[in-house]
């Protein structure tokens, strides 16, 4: 199946800074999403993205399908971007997760 | 923005029992899913149901597990002898395009 792999597994930065986080999968897919999982474990989509760029406020995501990669940009991070972000590809039709990054963002 | 809704949010139960994990899925999604998360892990696939039956399943989705659509509504998780392994946070999904996840039920083995 499917192999998905995320970088950095942790990362910790201080408000205000930037950041980026790859996800890189090992076959093609048809669907891609980012979750943020927040403190209380829930799961909040925050990108369903199979191809190319889509922003939301500090948020933005970039696929590049032909080469099998996913980066999330967070820009001017807060204290509340703090948790864990995961990419998840579809393969065929399932998500299949990532291991995650663990961010933590410091006043 | 429509929700995905799942009942309980937590639940204890002693080994050897049997729990059912509720789930609402959003009214128009045909698609639902199963994943479970162990504590600290990522989150894992268990099952997907389509048109009232199974359409995959992982092969941690043993004959402990099963799944129902009882309604035209609900969709329903089972697990008939809870083993302590089982402790993990369940979710359910359903999509349409994208998948759209609920809160997840807390499952605590004893």
């Known amino acids: 199946g499917i192999q998905v792999e995320q970088s950095p597994p942790d990362l910790i930065l201080q408000e205000g800074a930037n950041s980026t986080l790859r996800c890189n999968f090992s076959?093609?897919?048809?669907?891609l999403q980012w979750f943020h999982q927040n403190p209380w474990g829930q799961l909040i989509n925050l990108f369903y993205i199979p191809s190319g760029t889509k922003q939301n406020g500090r948020l933005s995501a970039t696929t590049v399908a032909t080469e099998r990669y996913s980066l999330l940009y967070i820009s001017s991070s807060q204290t509340t971007d703090s948790g864990v972000y995961f990419c998840a590809p579809s393969s065929p039709d399932k998500l299949i997760f990532g291991t995650g990054t663990r961010l933590q963002v410091f006043p | 923005e429509p929700e995905v809704t799942q009942t309980p949010s937590h639940q204890v139960t002693q080994m050897g029992q049997e729990v059912i994990l509720r789930c609402v899925p959003i009214?128009?999604?045909?698609?639902f899913y199963w994943y479970r998360q162990i504590l600290g892990q990522k989150v894992e696939f268990l099952v997907s149901f389509y048109n009232n039956e199974i359409s995959e399943k992982s092969e941690i989705f043993d004959d402990q597990f099963s799944v129902e659509r009882p309604d035209g509504s609900n969709f329903t998780l089972k697990i008939r002898s809870t083993k302590l392994e089982d402790s993990a946070m369940y979710f359910c999904a359903s999509r349409a395009g994208g998948y759209t996840f609920g809160s997840g039920t807390r499952l605590t083995v004893v």
């Open positions: 009214s128009n999604h045909l698609y």
């Open positions: 076959d093609s897919v048809n669907n």
